[in-house]
Each structure stands twice: as structure tokens, then as C-alpha cells.
């Protein structure tokens, strides 16, 4: 046991996919992996250890934001011997061309996050994907009918902003989407000397106010789950 995961030593597998909600955490582990067997359920943050293939794997789920996420990945590397971690979840689009359901996959973050200026003294460091996960999660895209896209992503520690218009400075130089966790995983994995990658899904349109329907999300969201458990080393 750690402090945070009451898993056994050897329970978790040397890579974990990490989705924030532990019940999409089951869903995927009960649907994708064979002979899955819960190893977490302090807080009810389900963890799950199964056959993809002959490849084991664990998933499971990261809570919301980089704290929750970074209490996780540190337990997870430092007293589990994790060596690979993919965080499959979900974005708001801030480009017009992005689409529900379109994959992106983060090369790099920005964040409005402190963590990393305290964690720096003030200065600014930045975030990156590991190359080889990134090349093969683009590869495994192409061969599915998705749209997937390469770029940098926000990393917030805010849901709901205060300005409506945000989002706007951000689109300007490029960033594709935005999310809570990345900046968090690609910094401790670089700590930590793990690869790292995040795969995302995207849930809505922040230019337009869309959001997936349920049948989107049962449609599309397995995708990002695949694309990681083909990736998995
Ligand atoms: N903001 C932050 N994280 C998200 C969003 C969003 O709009 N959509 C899905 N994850």
C-alpha cells in the first residue's frame, strides 16, 4: 500500500492509462481488458490490472486537476515501479477546425497553473510529451477513421472562468484544446524519468458551446482507450 493507492506490491503494471473519472476507469477495464481485477478502491479511485493481449496493463483513474493527478503519478513511479503512463480523457476544443470526437494528442502544455513557477523559482519550464509514445499514438490514429491532431494543449486549473472570452488569447498562438492534467503528468514524468503521454478526446467546442452527446461519448471515447493500449509498451 501507499499513502493514496491500496494496491499490493506487483498488483499495477509497468504502464497505466489514466482517465480522471475512475468509473470510465472500470468501463474501459471491464470492456477492453481481459481478466481485469481491481487493486484501488481508497477514495474510489478504481484501479484495474488485465490482458490486453498478452500485454498487461493497468488502468486507472487520475481524479480532476494536477493536484489529484500528481499524487497519483508520484505513487504510482516511485512505490509501484510504473515506468509508462497514458492519461486518456477528455478536452475543449478552442480551434474552429476541431470537432467532437477528434483525437489530440499533446506534444507540449501550457498551463495557468503555478505549480511549475513555484516548483522554479518564477521561472518557466515546459512540459513535453515522450516522442516515442507520440509517434506511435499518431501512427495507431491513422489506421482508425479519426481525426487526430498534434499541437499544444492548456493545462487549467480552472472549469469555469470568470470571462467568457478566455479562451481567446490562448486560440491566438495555437493551442489546440483544453484540459486539467497534462502540464502536471509531462512535468513529474520528466522528474521521475518515465514516459508520458496524453491522449485526449475532444468533448466540446468551446468556440461554438457544443458539447458530445451520450452516443458521441459511448462512440467515440473507447478510441483514445484503444489507440493507448495499442501504444502500451
Ligand atoms: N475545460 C477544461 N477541461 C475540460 C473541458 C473544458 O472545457 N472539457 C473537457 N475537459
Same mark, same amino acid.
Request: glycine share 8%.
Given at each position: 500500500m501507499s499513502t493514496h493507492i491500496g494496491a499490493r506490491e506487483g498488483q499495477i503494471a509497468p504502464t497505466v492509462l489514466l482517465p480522471g473519472d475512475p468509473l470510465r476507469a472500470?468501463?474501459?477495464?471491464?470492456k477492453m481488458l481481459k481478466d481485469?481485477? %481491481?487493486?484501488?478502491? $481508497? /477514495?474510489?479511485?478504481?484501479?484495474?490490472? !488485465?490482458?490486453?493481449?498478452?500485454? /498487461? $496493463?493497468?488502468?486507472? !483513474? *487520475?481524479?480532476? !486537476?494536477?493536484?489529484? #493527478?500528481?499524487?497519483?503519478?508520484n505513487e504510482l513511479v516511485s512505490e509501484y515501479h510504473v515506468k509508462t503512463l497514458i492519461r486518456i480523457g477528455t478536452c475543449g476544443a478552442i480551434q474552429p477546425h476541431l470537432k467532437i470526437g477528434d483525437i489530440i494528442l499533446a506534444m507540449a502544455t501550457s498551463t495557468d497553473s503555478s505549480i511549475n513557477r513555484l516548483r522554479f523559482s518564477g521561472m518557466d519550464y515546459a512540459p513535453t510529451a *515522450?516522442?516515442?509514445? #507520440?509517434? /506511435?499514438?499518431?501512427?495507431e490514429a491513422q489506421l482508425r477513421a479519426v481525426n487526430a491532431h498534434v499541437g499544444g494543449v #492548456?493545462?487549467?486549473?480552472t472549469f469555469y472562468?470568470?470571462?467568457?472570452?478566455?479562451w481567446k488569447r490562448w486560440a491566438a498562438y495555437g493551442v489546440l484544446a483544453v484540459e486539467?492534467?497534462?502540464a502536471g503528468l509531462y512535468t513529474l514524468a520528466a522528474k521521475l524519468g518515465v514516459d508520458a503521454l496524453s491522449i485526449l478526446t475532444v468533448s466540446d %467546442?468551446?468556440?461554438? !458551446?457544443e458539447s458530445a452527446t451520450a452516443q458521441q461519448r459511448e462512440r467515440?471515447?473507447? $478510441?483514445?482507450?484503444?489507440?493507448? #493500449?495499442?501504444?502500451a509498451p
Amino acid at each position: 500500500m501507499s499513502t493514496h493507492i491500496g494496491a499490493r506490491e506487483g498488483q499495477i503494471a509497468p504502464t497505466v492509462l489514466l482517465p480522471g473519472d475512475p468509473l470510465r476507469a472500470k468501463y474501459f477495464a471491464e470492456k477492453m481488458l481481459k481478466d481485469a481485477v %481491481c487493486f484501488n478502491e $481508497v /477514495r474510489g479511485m478504481l484501479g484495474y490490472t !488485465g490482458l490486453y493481449g498478452d500485454k /498487461r $496493463v493497468s488502468i486507472m !483513474g *487520475s481524479g480532476m !486537476g494536477i493536484p489529484s #493527478l500528481s499524487i497519483y503519478v508520484n505513487e504510482l513511479v516511485s512505490e509501484y515501479h510504473v515506468k509508462t503512463l497514458i492519461r486518456i480523457g477528455t478536452c475543449g476544443a478552442i480551434q474552429p477546425h476541431l470537432k467532437i470526437g477528434d483525437i489530440i494528442l499533446a506534444m507540449a502544455t501550457s498551463t495557468d497553473s503555478s505549480i511549475n513557477r513555484l516548483r522554479f523559482s518564477g521561472m518557466d519550464y515546459a512540459p513535453t510529451a *515522450s516522442f516515442y509514445l #507520440l509517434r /506511435r499514438a499518431y501512427e495507431e490514429a491513422q489506421l482508425r477513421a479519426v481525426n487526430a491532431h498534434v499541437g499544444g494543449v #492548456l493545462s487549467s486549473d480552472t472549469f469555469y472562468e470568470d470571462d467568457p472570452e478566455w479562451w481567446k488569447r490562448w486560440a491566438a498562438y495555437g493551442v489546440l484544446a483544453v484540459e486539467m492534467e497534462t502540464a502536471g503528468l509531462y512535468t513529474l514524468a520528466a522528474k521521475l524519468g518515465v514516459d508520458a503521454l496524453s491522449i485526449l478526446t475532444v468533448s466540446d %467546442c468551446i468556440v461554438t !458551446g457544443e458539447s458530445a452527446t451520450a452516443q458521441q461519448r459511448e462512440r467515440d471515447f473507447p $478510441v483514445m482507450a484503444e489507440i493507448a #493500449l495499442e501504444v502500451a509498451p
